[in-house]
C-alpha cells in the first residue's frame, strides 16, 4: 500500500487542522491505521491509531481530548483532526499502516507498522 499525507500547514495556537492520508490499492481496510510525528531533534512519536473496522481507537497522552482519529475505508483514508493546537504539536506527521492487525485491534507500537506516509509539516505559532 502507497500512503500520501496531506493538510499540514501553519497555525496558530489554539487554531485547528485536518489532516488526510489517503492509500492506493483495494485493500486499506486490511489494515490497522496510525499517526505518528516527529519534531526536530526528537525520536518519532505515537499520536494516535485506529483499528480496521473502525471502532477502537488509542491517543497518545500529549494529544487526548484534542485530537481525533478516524477512517473511511470507502474512500481509503484516514483524518486526523486536530484541534487547540499547540506551539509543542510542531513536527511532521506520518501516517502508517499495520498489515498485522486484527479487526478490533489498535497499534501504537511503532515498530508493527509496515508502510509510512512522507510526512506532512504542522508549524503551530504562538
Known amino acids: 500500500v502507497q500512503l500520501q499525507a496531506s493538510g499540514g500547514g501553519l497555525v496558530q495556537a489554539g487554531g485547528s487542522l485536518r489532516l488526510s492520508c489517503a492509500a492506493s490499492?483495494?485493500?486499506?481496510?486490511?489494515?490497522?491505521m496510525g499517526w505518528f510525528r516527529q519534531a526536530p531533534g526528537k525520536e518519532r512519536e505515537f499520536v494516535a491509531t485506529?483499528?480496521?473496522?473502525?471502532?477502537?481507537?488509542t491517543y497518545g497522552n500529549s494529544v487526548k481530548g484534542r485530537f481525533t482519529i478516524s477512517r473511511d475505508n470507502a474512500k481509503n483514508t484516514v483524518y486526523l483532526q486536530m484541534s487547540n493546537l499547540k506551539p509543542e504539536d510542531t513536527a511532521i506527521y506520518y501516517c502508517?499502516?499495520?498489515?498485522?492487525?486484527?479487526?478490533?485491534?489498535?497499534?501504537?507500537?511503532?515498530?508493527?507498522?509496515?508502510?509510512w506516509g512522507q510526512g506532512t509539516q504542522v508549524t503551530v505559532s504562538s
Open positions: 502508517a499502516a499495520d498489515s498485522d492487525a486484527t479487526y478490533y485491534s489498535t497499534q501504537r507500537n511503532i515498530q508493527q507498522y509496515d508502510y
Open positions: 485506529i483499528s480496521r473496522s473502525a471502532t477502537y481507537t
Open positions: 490499492g483495494r485493500t486499506f481496510g486490511s489494515y490497522a
